[in-house]
């Protein structure tokens, strides 16, 4: 049961993640029924690679329509519930006991992006203790990073109950590959909310062109979202159309290309589940910016991207000047996350949910 499937128009990669749990548990023999909510272009219901799609309601009404519905017409015959919590929970176990939530963190800047500081404040309030005082009893709770468990833990989640299987990447390492500096690329790609913080990234380019002189460069925006105008318009009113280039949303070998080709990925949230598109880019020699903050801290290292404890600007003109000059500071960094994110590929992760699955239909 998930908010999003990988075909809606603003998935992300909590959304990336659950599919593959559902292909996982699909090729090891499970039936499986992905509910989810409806949107443009979808059909209500539909077999994909084995797997059952079933769609109804949108982004609200599905907290009470796809519960209803598993209550009538899937309860009896369901081993297995595997909930994707994203914001708001679908309160699986008052009404079903043989559960998994994967939770990638607790939703707080969100609420207050879109809803304001008082009543983003409240929402998050009401539905993170709506999610403690439900799920706090589940055995089999499943976070991606070391400090979403610090958050989950600190929210009066039981240590014991949960387990990390971090997102995973699925394309190939590139042990060696020396990158063509003569126009310095910048790669953003994922979704595009506000609380991504890409005008940022937009703010730096035009800082770099501007105040630093530096004119070969380039900022490539991939994906979509809600703050895509937004960030239009910040680049028409900086004049920035020559060096800000939005690209919509792009295929597996063309983001693959993308970061193969980057010299520097952006990635300015002050919170995320962990981080994908930054091991996408360590894979493809690229180094990411970043706050140190929850889930980031622990996909990024000081040997491998480019942390920002001080001055953002000083750390983005110590990672140009890098680039720039092809040092060895920057050669290390890639070595390193190449090193790093060949840890973490789909297969090994999702075995590991895999023994999860297995020790919870034991147990129930």
Same mark, same amino acid.
């Given at each position: 049961?998930?908010?999003?499937?990988?075909?809606?128009?603003?998935?992300?990669?909590?959304?990336?993640?659950?599919?593959?749990? /559902?292909?996982?548990?699909?090729?090891?023999?499970?039936? !499986?029924?992905?509910?989810?909510?409806?949107?443009?272009?979808?059909?209500?219901?539909?077999?994909?690679?084995?797997?059952?799609?079933?769609?109804?309601?949108?982004?609200?009404?599905?907290? #009470?329509?796809?519960?209803?519905?598993?209550?009538?017409?899937?309860?009896?015959?369901?081993?297995?519930?595997?909930?994707?919590?994203? /914001? !708001?929970?679908?309160?699986?176990?008052?009404?079903?006991?043989?559960?998994?939530?994967?939770?990638?963190?607790?939703?707080?800047?969100?609420?207050? #992006?879109?809803?304001?500081?008082?009543?983003?404040?409240?929402?998050?309030?009401?539905?993170?203790?709506?999610?403690?005082?439900?799920?706090?009893?589940?055995?089999? #709770?499943?976070?991606?990073?070391?400090?979403?468990?610090?958050?989950?833990?600190?929210?009066?989640? +039981? &240590?014991?109950?949960? &387990?990390?299987?971090?997102?995973?990447?699925?394309?190939?390492?590139?042990?060696?590959?020396?990158?063509?500096? +003569?126009?310095?690329?910048?790669?953003?790609?994922? @979704?595009?909310? @506000?609380?991504?913080?890409?005008?940022?990234?937009?703010?730096?380019?035009?800082?770099?062109?501007?105040?630093?002189?530096?004119?070969?460069?380039?900022?490539?925006? &991939?994906? @979509?979202?809600?703050?895509?105008?937004?960030?239009?318009?910040? !680049?028409?009113?900086?004049?920035?159309?020559?060096?800000?280039?939005?690209?919509?949303?792009?295929?597996?070998?063309?983001?693959?290309?993308?970061?193969?080709?980057?010299?520097?990925?952006?990635?300015?949230?002050?919170?995320?589940?962990?981080?994908?598109?930054?091991?996408?880019? +360590?894979?493809?020699?690229?180094?990411?910016?970043?706050?140190?903050?929850?889930?980031?801290?622990?996909?990024?290292?000081?040997?491998?991207?480019?942390?920002?404890?001080?001055?953002?600007?000083?750390?983005?003109?110590? /990672?140009?000047?890098?680039?720039?000059?092809?040092?060895?500071?920057?050669? &290390?960094?890639?070595?390193?996350?190449?090193?790093?994110?060949?840890?973490?590929?789909?297969?090994?992760?999702?075995?590991?949910?895999?023994?999860?699955?297995?020790?919870?239909? !034991?147990?129930?």
């Amino acid at each position: 049961m998930a908010w999003r499937d990988i075909w809606h128009p603003e998935k992300g990669g909590a959304d990336i993640y659950i599919q593959r749990v /559902a292909t996982y548990l699909k090729n090891r023999g499970f039936s !499986v029924i992905y509910l989810t909510a409806m949107y443009n272009g979808a059909k209500k219901e539909e077999v994909r690679d084995g797997i059952k799609y079933i769609r109804m309601g949108n982004p609200i009404s599905i907290y #009470l329509l796809l519960p209803l519905y598993f209550i009538f017409k899937l309860k009896d015959s369901t081993k297995l519930l595997i909930e994707n919590f994203n /914001a !708001v929970p679908f309160n699986i176990p008052i009404y079903f006991d043989r559960n998994i939530t994967v939770i990638h963190h607790l939703q707080d800047e969100e609420w207050r #992006l879109k809803y304001g500081k008082f009543l983003g404040k409240m929402l998050h309030f009401i539905f993170t203790n709506m999610l403690v005082r439900n799920y706090k009893r589940e055995k089999y #709770l499943v976070t991606v990073s070391p400090s979403s468990r610090t958050e989950l833990i600190d929210n009066g989640f +039981s &240590s014991n109950n949960i &387990s990390i299987v971090y997102n995973g990447i699925n394309t190939k390492v590139n042990a060696k590959a020396e990158k063509d500096n +003569s126009v310095i690329k910048i790669l953003s790609h994922g @979704r595009m909310p @506000r609380t991504k913080h890409i005008d940022k990234a937009i703010r730096l380019i035009n800082y770099t062109v501007k105040k630093l002189g530096i004119k070969n460069i380039v900022l490539k925006i &991939s994906g @979509r979202g809600a703050d895509e105008e937004r960030l239009k318009g910040l !680049v028409k009113k900086y004049q920035l159309e020559n060096y800000v280039k939005f690209l919509g949303y792009v295929s597996d070998r063309e983001r693959a290309r993308l970061f193969e080709e980057a010299h520097l990925h952006v990635q300015f949230s002050r919170k995320e589940g962990w981080g994908t598109t930054v091991l996408e880019a +360590s894979s493809k020699r690229t180094p990411t910016i970043c706050f140190p903050v929850q889930g980031l801290r622990d996909s990024v290292k000081d040997s491998t991207g480019y942390l920002v404890r001080g001055s953002l600007r000083e750390t983005w003109k110590q /990672a140009i000047h890098d680039i720039q000059s092809n040092n060895q500071n920057y050669v &290390s960094k890639q070595d390193a996350g190449v090193m790093w994110s060949s840890q973490f590929i789909w297969r090994n992760q999702m075995e590991h949910f895999g023994e999860i699955v297995r020790k919870a239909l !034991v147990k129930y």
